[in-house]
RNA sequence: GGGCCGGUAGCUCAGCUGGUAGAGCAACGGACUUUUAAUCCGUAGGUCGAGGGUUCGAGCCCCUCCCGGCUCACCA
C-alpha cells in the first residue's frame, strides 16, 4: 500500500492538498456540539408541538457531529445524513445560505466517511425529515480511506431498512471491525448489550455482597478447568509462566483468607481449537460464597439470570436462532444420571464400563481410548441429552473422575455436588459445593496426575501451594462460572462467539495493501 | 487436523465446453436550490489470493501453499 494507492485513496490525498491551498484544516482539534443526533431530532418535535417555529417553519440552531453516511449533491444544494453514536441526523447544504467558498468547499472537498461538524437551524423537509439547514459546517476529520459503506433505503410497506451492497465479507468484517463496526449499527448494538450485561452482573454481585477481585493471569501452575494452557516466560525469573485457564483455585484461596463472597469478571486462555463457541481468550464471571453448597449457588445463578435479562434486555423471553427461550424461574433441575438413564433406555450406574463404550462406539463418539467411566458417561450425556437442553436446565451431580475440585455428592460417593446450567443447547454455567478437604483434595489431584500419565494433555497439575490453602481451612464454599461470552451470544441471537468478541482471533494476514 | 464451499475493481457480485475481464454502487468531470438506493450525460479504475505446471493461449484445467466460512474432530 505504499506506492499504489488506488484510484479513491489517491484524489483523497489530492483533496487534502487543496484544503492546504484553502486554509482548511484536515483534521481539527474539537467540536462543540449541542445535540446528538437523535436529541436534535426530538428537539424539533418538541418545538413542532409546542408550536414555537418561526415563520418559515424553522426551529432553534443547534450543531451536531459526526460522520457523513450519504451524500445526494444536487448542483446549488445538496443533502447528506451524519450519524453519531445516537443515530443519524440528515443535514442540507445551499449555496445562498453557505456562501459560495463554504459550499463549494462542501462539494470539492467532502467525501462519505468524512466526520463533519454541521451548525444550522432544524426544519422539516418537504419529505418531512427532520433536517439541519447547515449555516456553518466545519471537516473534523477527512477519511482518506473509502469506508463500505451501503446504500440503505426503507422498505415502503414494511419500513425495514434494506441496504444495499455494504460490508459483507466476514473475514474482512473481523479483521478490520472498525470498519465493522462504522457501518453496521447493528453490530455496535450487540456489543452494547455485552456492555449492559457485565454491568448488571456487578450490579447484582455488589448488591449481593460480593467483593470484586483481581487475580492473577500469569500463573506458575494452571488448574481450576480441564485445559491445555499457554506457555509464556518471564525473563528474568527465568521460568515459564502459563496463562491462566480458570480464576478458581485463586478465588478459593481467597475465601481461605477470610473474604466470604468474592467475584471476577476476567480473561481466561484456552489452548484449544477455534470454531462457533471457542475463542482461545474469553471472558468468565466466577464467583464463590462462603458457607454455601451447590444448591444455594443454583438459586444464586437462577437470580443472577433473571437480573441480567430484566436489565440488558427488559424481557424474559428470548429469540436464540429461532428457539423461544424463557428465562423464568424456577429452571428445571434434572440429575445428570436421571436424564442420561431416560436418554439411553438403561441404569448407566449399574452398566459397567465396557457397556458404556460399546454405547458410545454405536453413537460413533470418538476418542474413546482413554476415556474412563466418567468421560464416557459425560460424552453419552452431551450427545443424548444436551442439545435437547433448550430451557434453561441444572443438571445436577456429576461423576466424581470429571470434577477433581467438587465435593463428593453427600448421599452418593462415586458423584459430585456439581450442576451445570443449560440454554439452548449450550453449557451456561458450572458449578459445584467446593472441595474442601485437603487430604481429599489431594487425592484427586493425584487421580488426575494418573489421567495425564494415561494421556490426557487436560488433566490437573497438582497444585501443592493450593492444598497447603486448604489445609489453613476452607470454609464450606459453593463457586460458579458463567462464560460471559456464551452469555452474550444467547442474548443478542448470536450464532458466532466471534460475532460478540470484538477482536475474535484469526491467523495473521499477509502484509501489505 | 479431515470434508465441503469460497477468495475477480474501494464495496457487492457476474464471468459459458480455456480465446486476452464485466455490471451496479463508490470515485472523477458536467447538469440540477427540498433529495430519500436522487436522476441524467461522460470518464477512469484490475498482479482475477500466492507460486508452479499443462496449453499457441489460463480468472477458468492440474499441483503446492496462504486466508476465510460451514462442518466433523478437538474443546466441559
Do not use: C
Not at 338 to 344: G, K, P, R, S, V
Amino acid at each position: 500500500m505504499t506506492e499504489d494507492l488506488n484510484q479513491v485513496m489517491r484524489t483523497r490525498r489530492e483533496k487534502l492538498e487543496l484544503m492546504e491551498d484553502r486554509g482548511i484544516r484536515p483534521f481539527a482539534y474539537r467540536y462543540s456540539r449541542t445535540h446528538q443526533a437523535v436529541e436534535a431530532v426530538e428537539l424539533f418535535r418538541q418545538e413542532e408541538s409546542a408550536g414555537t417555529l418561526d415563520a418559515e417553519g424553522h426551529g432553534s440552531p443547534v450543531s451536531v457531529a459526526g460522520r457523513l453516511m450519504s451524500f445526494r449533491g444536487h448542483g446549488k444544494s445538496a443533502f447528506g445524513h451524519l450519524e453519531d453514536a445516537s443515530g443519524t441526523i440528515q443535514v442540507y447544504f445551499r449555496r445562498d445560505l453557505l456562501g459560495q467558498e463554504s459550499f463549494q468547499n462542501v462539494l470539492d472537498l467532502v467525501d462519505l466517511g468524512d466526520w463533519l461538524g454541521v451548525e444550522g437551524e432544524l426544519f422539516r423537509t418537504r419529505t418531512g425529515e427532520v433536517t439541519v439547514r447547515a449555516s456553518t459546517w466545519e471537516l473534523l476529520s477527512k477519511s482518506l480511506r473509502p469506508l463500505p459503506i451501503g446504500k440503505t433505503e426503507t422498505d415502503p410497506e414494511t419500513g425495514e431498512r434494506i441496504t444495499h451492497s455494504g460490508f459483507g465479507d466476514i473475514e474482512a468484517r473481523y479483521r478490520r471491525r472498525y470498519a465493522d463496526l462504522a457501518v453496521h449499527p447493528e453490530v455496535r448494538e450487540v456489543f452494547k448489550t455485552r456492555s449492559r450485561i457485565v454491568t448488571a452482573i456487578r450490579e447484582f454481585m455488589d448488591d449481593e455482597g460480593f467483593l470484586e477481585v483481581e487475580t492473577p493471569v500469569l500463573q506458575p501452575v494452571y488448574g481450576g478447568a480441564a485445559a491445555r494452557p499457554f506457555l509464556t516466560r518471564h525473563n528474568t525469573l527465568h521460568r515459564t509462566l502459563f496463562l491462566r485457564i480458570a480464576d478458581e483455585l485463586y478465588l478459593k484461596r481467597l475465601i481461605v483468607g477470610g473474604f466470604e463472597k468474592v467475584y471476577e469478571i476476567g480473561k481466561d486462555f484456552r489452548n484449544e481449537g477455534i470454531d462457533r463457541v471457542h475463542n482461545p481468550e474469553f471472558t468468565m464471571l466466577e464467583f464463590y460464597q462462603a458457607f454455601a453448597d451447590y444448591q444455594d449457588m443454583m438459586d444464586q445463578v437462577e437470580r443472577l439470570l433473571v437480573h441480567v435479562v430484566d436489565r440488558a434486555l427488559g424481557t424474559r423471553t428470548l429469540t436464540y436462532q429461532g428457539a423461544e427461550i424463557r428465562v423464568e424461574p424456577p429452571f428445571r433441575r434434572i440429575r445428570l444420571l436421571e436424564a442420561l438413564e431416560d436418554a439411553m433406555d438403561m441404569d448407566p450406574l449399574r452398566a459397567t464400563e465396557e457397556e458404556l463404550k460399546e454405547r458410545a462406539y454405536r453413537l460413533r463418539l470418538p476418542d474413546l481410548e482413554v476415556a474412563g467411566r466418567g468421560k464416557l458417561l459425560d460424552k453419552l450425556f452431551e450427545a443424548l441429552v444436551q442439545p435437547a437442553l433448550q430451557q434453561p436446565t441444572f443438571i445436577l451431580d456429576y461423576p466424581r473422575e470429571l470434577s477433581p475440585l467438587a465435593k463428593l455428592h453427600r448421599s452418593n460417593p462415586s458423584l459430585t455436588e456439581r450442576f451445570e446450567l443449560f440454554v439452548a443447547g449450550q453449557e451456561l454455567a458450572n458449578a459445584f459445593s467446593e472441595l474442601n478437604d485437603p487430604m481429599d483434595q489431594r487425592r484427586r489431584f493425584e487421580e488426575q496426575a494418573g489421567l495425564r500419565a494415561r494421556g490426557d494433555e487436560e488433566a490437573h497439575q497438582v497444585d501443592e501451594d493450593y492444598i497447603r490453602a486448604l489445609e489453613y481451612g476452607l470454609p464450606p464454599t459453593g463457586g460458579v462460572g458463567i462464560g460471559l461470552d456464551r452469555l452474550t451470544m444467547l442474548l443478542t441471537d448470536q450464532a458466532s462467539i466471534r460475532d460478540v468478541i470484538l477482536f475474535p482471533i484469526l491467523r495473521t494476514e499477509e502484509q501489505g495493501q
